[in-house]
């Protein structure tokens, strides 16, 4: 009796047992993934955690299909540290290997339709549809779904095929498939009958007459003589022969045709890095090489370190020399970033100085990409010793990690919200350096309170910078008071006269400005003058937000769009407004202010390709843009030395959010986005408008008073009970009927607060109520620190199991978020 003990790629906490033969159990490793049948019919990818011998109790273990790998794609540690996010983050570890696997490698099963070979089947009994089916099958073996949609022309082909099964004239069958393909280049060489000299004279005689074919002989030879002086012949690629020769591929073809070329093919990687590497060594200033050696010395008793620098302080350059050192000892590393936007800026940065050991993980690659990276990494190659990403490249298959940096530590979007498993990757990542004994390196100039807290109860080590490199002044910030602008009339549309008047001035020196302005879209609302209607989302409870580009209001959690309306859908009038502002409508007034300058926004909206993010980067820092507007995404790290000024259009939008990190999160914001500005010798102005320029946080970012915030902060978390002192624990309940999740709700929080000796508040209507027409309500667990976290999560887990027990409330879906951001 020999077993395999699998993970499946499906939302369920359990592994399941699958036998295998005595040979299969000898060759099997853990880490290698499986084909496996599940349910009547479905074959799934299934991951080998354990093999054993222990027959399961409660089922017949089915046989697996087949093996899928010839060594492990997984690493054991990998495994564990799957195992750590389901149970700390209570979520199902089918969902984390759902989730860290790149899905080129997750096959999932597709169903091929045959005809039965030994039926007799009289066609004037079928219908049109179930005749086109057979007569396809006439003339091929079997069919794919995507064939018959196609043979169809309709959507919903599962009744014709029911049919014909019930009919007795189909097999339906499941098979898998691989679907990375390698990258396969043509190249193309001289045919060996013509290498000598007699040959190539044979070869011009051949092509006197073919003068096309002839200059493409011609410009073959000349190619292969440059790259000869280069060094050895390189091969010629199909492609470049094409271009250098300004012809066509039907004339290679041709010549191939006739056996003058040959072709060939050769594998390559998708992501290449060509350039050069520099030479020079990097020098870090005073201060840097002092913050370097305290890192250093702080990780001789501490694994895991916050460096406090200010915007500008030269942080990247400290992390450049600190992978140098973990470069020399053969080790990997890992540089956690929380924007795919900062990704593109700093990997040019990381590759001037270690040249192809940089590896690029996000998900704007594409799979075939993603599963380059991942084998790279698997086998220890040169080409990804260095591994740059966003949140997911922690599920990489490390072997021999050394050292972990986290940027800009203290961004939200390093925690995932949706889909499971809803993780905190700088957290994630201090676990898994603990499992490779690495070192972690966690880098912000406005740490989240939690690090800071950490660092300053000693449980971090913790470096501060507190001068911007090379001395250059920390930014000047100015307040305006937007009420009295307005009472002033001194407002051109959202820009006060202070900023148009700053703006003037920093195009007329041929310095570039950033405008801040935390929404897309050009308005949130549209408002009907007369009745007072406002367009909302039929399957969400928000209100439509209007992109004038498009001419449509879309939603921005559902999708849902429609045409602008050209009058009010309740009372017909034609008197519409629009109310609030976004990046959108920003640019259009700067459009009108500025006619003579080049204006670019940065938003999800602008951002959507590949090389979206790149190309509004790369001509920002040509100076191809003078004035770029943008949402969050410009608040990040990114690094342009001639931005002067920096404008934040609205600061109140961000403090008064239903959220106990509000007032943290605005002074994160703005600091950060006030940091882009004067960050080469000259010093740069901040301009923030806002309607109450005495806020605490508003004063706070204006004196750059990162202390008085924190400790402030701390203050009103002890009494109110939030974290660092207490954690969360958040279950969002999600139902479309509205009655029967109020009352699951209920039942689900006095069953809770009866049980748990700690806070339970709720069920709470959250500010958007229903999305996608699921109504929601929110349970909010608080634990303090004193209390075992992981007992805890026991008893919400089984009072979890007793309220799915409940017949009426099984329908009823809950979502767990443990340390809820």
Same mark, same amino acid.
């Not at 010549?255 to 350039?275: A, M, P, S, T």
């Not at 406002?534 to 939603?555: A, E, F």
């Given at each position: 009796?020999?077993f395999?003990?699998?993970i499946?790629?499906?939302?369920?906490a359990?592994? $399941?047992t699958y036998?295998v033969s005595?040979?299969?159990?000898h060759?099997?490793?853990?880490?290698?993934?499986?084909?496996v049948?599940?349910?009547?019919s479905?074959?799934?990818t299934?991951?080998?955690?354990?093999?054993?011998?222990?027959?399961?109790?409660?089922?017949?273990?089915?046989?697996?299909?087949?093996?899928?790998?010839?060594r492990?794609?997984?690493?054991?540690?990998?495994?564990?540290?799957?195992?750590?996010i389901a149970?700390?983050?209570?979520?199902a570890?089918g969902?984390?290997?759902r989730?860290?696997?790149p899905?080129?490698?997750l096959?999932?099963?597709?169903?091929?339709i045959?005809?039965?070979t030994?039926?007799?089947i009289?066609?004037?009994?079928l219908?049109?549809?179930?005749?086109?089916?057979?007569?396809?099958?006439?003339?091929?073996?079997?069919?794919?779904?995507?064939?018959?949609i196609?043979i169809?022309n309709?959507?919903?082909?599962?009744p014709?095929?029911?049919?014909?099964?019930?009919?007795?004239?189909?097999?339906?069958?499941?098979?898998?498939q691989e679907?990375?393909?390698?990258?396969?280049?043509?190249?193309?060489?001289l045919?060996?009958?013509?290498?000598?000299?007699?040959?190539?004279?044979?070869?011009?005689?051949?092509?006197?007459? @073919?003068n096309k074919?002839?200059?493409?002989?011609?410009?073959?030879? &000349?190619?292969?003589? #440059?790259e000869?002086?280069?060094?050895?012949?390189?091969?010629?690629?199909?492609?470049?022969?094409?271009?250098?020769a300004?012809s066509?591929?039907?004339?290679v073809?041709?010549?191939?045709?006739?056996e003058?070329?040959?072709d060939?093919?050769?594998?390559e990687?998708?992501?290449?890095f060509?350039?050069k590497?520099r030479?020079?060594?990097?020098?870090?200033?005073a201060?840097?090489?002092?913050?370097?050696?305290?890192i250093?010395e702080?990780?001789t008793?501490?694994?895991?370190?916050?460096l406090?620098?200010v915007?500008s302080s030269g942080k990247?350059?400290i992390?450049?020399?600190?992978?140098?050192?973990?470069l020399?000892?053969g080790?990997?590393?890992?540089?956690?970033?929380?924007?795919?936007a900062?990704? #593109?800026?700093?990997? +040019?940065?990381?590759? @001037?100085?270690?040249?192809n050991?940089?590896?690029?993980?996000?998900?704007?690659?594409?799979?075939?990409?993603?599963?380059?990276?991942?084998?790279?990494?698997? &086998?220890?190659?040169?080409k990804?010793q260095?591994?740059?990403? @966003?949140?997911?490249?922690? $599920?990489?298959p490390?072997?021999?990690?050394?050292?972990?940096?986290?940027?800009e530590e203290?961004?939200?979007?390093?925690?995932?919200?949706?889909?499971?498993?809803?993780?905190?990757?700088?957290?994630?990542?201090?676990?898994?350096?603990?499992?490779?004994?690495?070192k972690?390196?966690l880098?912000?100039?406005t740490?989240?309170?939690?690090?800071?807290?950490?660092? !300053?109860?000693d449980?971090?080590?913790?470096v501060e910078?507190?001068?911007?490199f090379?001395?250059?002044?920390?930014?000047?910030?100015?307040?305006v008071?937007? !009420?009295?602008?307005?009472?002033?009339?001194?407002?051109?549309?959202?820009? /006060? %006269?202070?900023?148009?008047?700053?703006i003037t001035n920093?195009?007329?020196?041929?310095?570039?400005?950033?405008?801040f302005?935390?929404?897309?879209?050009?308005s949130?609302?549209?408002?009907?003058?007369?009745?007072?209607?406002?367009?909302?989302?039929?399957q969400?409870?928000v209100?439509?937000?209007?992109?004038?580009? !498009?001419?449509?209001?879309?939603c921005?959690y559902?999708g849902y769009?429609?045409?602008k309306?050209?009058?009010c859908?309740?009372?017909s009038?034609?008197?519409?407004?629009t109310?609030?502002f976004?990046?959108?409508?920003?640019?259009q007034e700067?459009? /009108?202010i500025?006619?003579?300058?080049?204006i670019g926004r940065?938003d999800?909206d602008?951002?959507?390709g590949?090389?979206g993010?790149?190309?509004?980067?790369?001509?920002f !820092?040509?100076?191809?843009?003078?004035?770029?507007v943008g949402?969050?995404?410009?608040?990040k790290?990114?690094?342009?030395?001639?931005?002067?000024?920096? +404008?934040?259009?609205?600061?109140?939008?961000?403090l008064?959010?239903? %959220?106990?990190?509000?007032?943290?999160?605005? $002074?994160?914001?703005?600091?950060?986005?006030?940091?882009?500005?004067?960050?080469?010798?000259?010093?740069?102005?901040?301009?923030?408008q806002?309607?109450?320029?005495n806020h605490?946080?508003i004063q706070?970012?204006?004196?750059?008073?990162?202390l008085?915030?924190?400790?402030e902060?701390?203050?009103?978390?002890?009494i109110?009970?939030y974290?660092?002192?207490?954690?969360?624990?958040?279950l969002t309940?999600?139902?479309?009927d509205f009655?029967?999740?109020k009352?699951?709700?209920?039942?689900?929080?006095?069953?809770?607060?009866?049980?748990?000796?700690?806070?339970?508040?709720?069920?709470?209507?959250? @500010?958007?109520?229903r999305i996608?027409?699921?109504?929601?309500?929110?349970?909010?667990?608080?634990?303090p620190q004193n209390?075992s976290?992981?007992n805890?999560?026991k008893t919400i887990?089984?009072?979890?199991?007793s309220?799915?027990?409940?017949?009426?409330?099984?329908?009823?879906?809950?979502m767990?978020?443990? %340390?809820?951001?």
């Amino acid at each position: 009796m020999h077993f395999v003990e699998v993970i499946l790629p499906l939302s369920l906490a359990k592994t $399941f047992t699958y036998s295998v033969s005595e040979m299969e159990f000898h060759y099997i490793k853990k880490g290698m993934r499986v084909a496996v049948p599940f349910g009547k019919s479905k074959i799934y990818t299934a991951l080998v955690i354990e093999i054993h011998q222990n027959k399961p109790e409660l089922y017949e273990a089915k046989e697996i299909h087949q093996i899928l790998d010839e060594r492990p794609i997984v690493t054991e540690i990998q495994i564990r540290h799957w195992q750590w996010i389901a149970s700390y983050y209570m979520c199902a570890i089918g969902d984390v290997y759902r989730g860290a696997m790149p899905s080129a490698l997750l096959l999932e099963s597709e169903t091929l339709i045959s005809q039965k070979t030994d039926s007799f089947i009289d066609t004037s009994l079928l219908s049109d549809d179930e005749f086109l089916v057979y007569e396809a099958l006439q003339q091929q073996n079997s069919l794919k779904v995507q064939d018959i949609i196609a043979i169809l022309n309709k959507k919903n082909i599962f009744p014709v095929i029911q049919k014909l099964v019930d009919k007795n004239i189909l097999v339906l069958q499941e098979e898998i498939q691989e679907s990375y393909k390698p990258k396969l280049v043509r190249y193309v060489r001289l045919h060996p009958k013509y290498e000598s000299n007699q040959g190539l004279s044979q070869l011009l005689e051949t092509l006197k007459n @073919a003068n096309k074919q002839k200059e493409i002989v011609m410009r073959y030879f &000349q190619l292969c003589a #440059t790259e000869k002086t280069q060094g050895e012949a390189k091969p010629i690629t199909v492609k470049k022969l094409i271009e250098e020769a300004n012809s066509s591929a039907a004339i290679v073809k041709a010549l191939i045709e006739k056996e003058i070329f040959e072709d060939y093919f050769l594998q390559e990687d998708r992501v290449n890095f060509n350039g050069k590497i520099r030479e020079d060594e990097l020098r870090l200033s005073a201060t840097q090489q002092t913050a370097f050696e305290e890192i250093k010395e702080s990780f001789t008793y501490k694994e895991v370190c916050l460096l406090h620098g200010v915007t500008s302080s030269g942080k990247t350059e400290i992390y450049i020399k600190l992978i140098e050192e973990y470069l020399a000892t053969g080790k990997q590393i890992l540089y956690l970033l929380p924007e795919i936007a900062l990704t #593109t800026q700093l990997v +040019g940065r990381l590759r @001037a100085y270690f040249g192809n050991k940089v590896a690029v993980f996000h998900s704007k690659y594409n799979n075939n990409e993603r599963i380059e990276v991942w084998n790279q990494v698997l &086998q220890k190659s040169e080409k990804a010793q260095v591994v740059i990403g @966003a949140r997911s490249a922690l $599920f990489l298959p490390f072997h021999d990690l050394g050292f972990i940096i986290v940027d800009e530590e203290h961004e939200q979007t390093f925690k995932q919200v949706d889909p499971a498993p809803r993780y905190h990757a700088r957290d994630a990542a201090i676990v898994l350096a603990h499992s490779h004994k690495a070192k972690v390196l966690l880098g912000s100039a406005t740490p989240s309170i939690e690090t800071y807290f950490n660092a !300053k109860s000693d449980k971090f080590g913790l470096v501060e910078i507190s001068k911007r490199f090379g001395n250059v002044m920390m930014p000047n910030i100015e307040l305006v008071d937007l !009420k009295d602008k307005y009472f002033r009339k001194k407002m051109t549309g959202h820009f /006060s %006269d202070v900023l148009v008047e700053e703006i003037t001035n920093a195009l007329s020196l041929g310095e570039q400005v950033i405008l801040f302005q935390n929404r897309r879209g050009y308005s949130p609302i549209i408002e009907c003058i007369t009745c007072g209607h406002v367009p909302h989302c039929q399957q969400c409870d928000v209100s439509l937000t209007y992109h004038k580009n !498009k001419n449509q209001l879309r939603c921005h959690y559902c999708g849902y769009s429609m045409a602008k309306p050209t009058h009010c859908h309740e009372c017909s009038s034609v008197d519409l407004t629009t109310k609030g502002f976004g990046t959108e409508q920003i640019e259009q007034e700067l459009i /009108s202010i500025f006619p003579n300058s080049k204006i670019g926004r940065m938003d999800q909206d602008t951002t959507r390709g590949k090389f979206g993010f790149e190309k509004i980067i790369d001509s920002f !820092k040509n100076r191809e843009i003078d004035i770029l507007v943008g949402t969050q995404m410009l608040a990040k790290g990114l690094d342009f030395d001639n931005v002067s000024l920096v +404008g934040i259009m609205n600061a109140d939008n961000m403090l008064f959010h239903p %959220d106990f990190r509000a007032f943290e999160r605005s $002074f994160q914001m703005m600091t950060q986005v006030a940091g882009r500005a004067g960050r080469s010798e000259k010093q740069g102005k901040v301009i923030i408008q806002t309607y109450n320029p005495n806020h605490n946080t508003i004063q706070q970012v204006t004196n750059n008073d990162y202390l008085g915030m924190y400790n402030e902060q701390l203050y009103d978390r002890q009494i109110y009970k939030y974290p660092p002192y207490f954690r969360i624990i958040k279950l969002t309940l999600k139902q479309r009927d509205f009655d029967k999740l109020k009352e699951g709700s209920m039942w689900l929080y006095q069953v809770m607060s009866q049980n748990l000796n700690m806070p339970v508040l709720g069920p709470e209507e959250p @500010a958007i109520s229903r999305i996608r027409n699921e109504y929601i309500r929110t349970i909010i667990i608080k634990i303090p620190q004193n209390v075992s976290i992981g007992n805890t999560k026991k008893t919400i887990q089984k009072m979890l199991n007793s309220f799915e027990a409940v017949a009426q409330y099984r329908a009823i879906k809950v979502m767990l978020n443990v %340390d809820f951001y």
